[in-house]
């Protein structure tokens, strides 16, 4: 199986999973008679949902089915090759401060802002700060 096709998986499993209720069920008694809730977090909060004892059957095969697609998405990452970011901010990297350097000192010669800037706000930061030209 190549890349693409592991990546369309993995977006396919992500989709069937997000489709599933997440949490657990849980049964409590109350005066001898027993209730089953559905128990889950939604925005950070604890969530209890009452579930029909009709309904109870289909509700477990749909948690069971989440587990079980989200084991096989957890596999299915190990064979994907992880993805690196690297954040460099501008001030620390002296290569991309040399080049926003030329590239006002060109503007600046051209009467040009550079894209993204308008006129007046690039005059301002190009006055305060010094270019050797």
């Given at each position: 199986?190549?890349?693409?096709?592991?990546?369309?998986?993995?977006?396919?499993?992500?989709?069937?999973?997000?489709?599933?209720?997440?949490?657990?069920?849980?049964?409590?008694?109350?005066?001898?008679k027993?209730?089953?809730?559905?128990?889950?977090?939604?925005?950070?909060?604890?969530?209890?949902?009452?579930?029909?004892?009709?309904?109870?059957?289909?509700?477990?095969?749909?948690?069971?089915?989440?587990?079980?697609?989200?084991?096989?998405?957890?596999?299915?990452?190990?064979h994907?090759?992880?993805?690196?970011t690297?954040?460099?901010?501008?001030?620390?990297?002296?290569?991309?401060?040399?080049?926003?350097?030329?590239l006002?000192?060109?503007?600046?010669?051209?009467?040009?802002?550079?894209?993204?800037?308008?006129?007046?706000?690039?005059?301002?930061?190009?006055?305060?700060?010094?270019?050797?030209i």
């Amino acid at each position: 199986m190549d890349l693409s096709e592991m990546q369309e998986q993995a977006a396919e499993l992500e989709q069937q999973i997000s489709a599933l209720p997440a949490g657990y069920i849980m049964k409590k008694t109350v005066n001898g008679k027993e209730y089953f809730y559905h128990r889950g977090t939604e925005n950070k909060k604890r969530r209890e949902k009452y579930i029909p004892v009709d309904e109870l059957e289909n509700f477990r095969a749909q948690i069971e089915s989440r587990k079980e697609l989200e084991q096989e998405m957890k596999a299915l990452k190990k064979h994907l090759p992880k993805v690196k970011t690297i954040d460099i901010p501008r001030s620390r990297c002296l290569s991309c401060s040399s080049l926003w350097a030329n590239l006002t000192w060109w503007c600046l010669t051209r009467r040009q802002a550079p894209a993204g800037f308008s006129r007046s706000s690039t005059a301002r930061k190009l006055s305060r700060s010094s270019i050797a030209i």
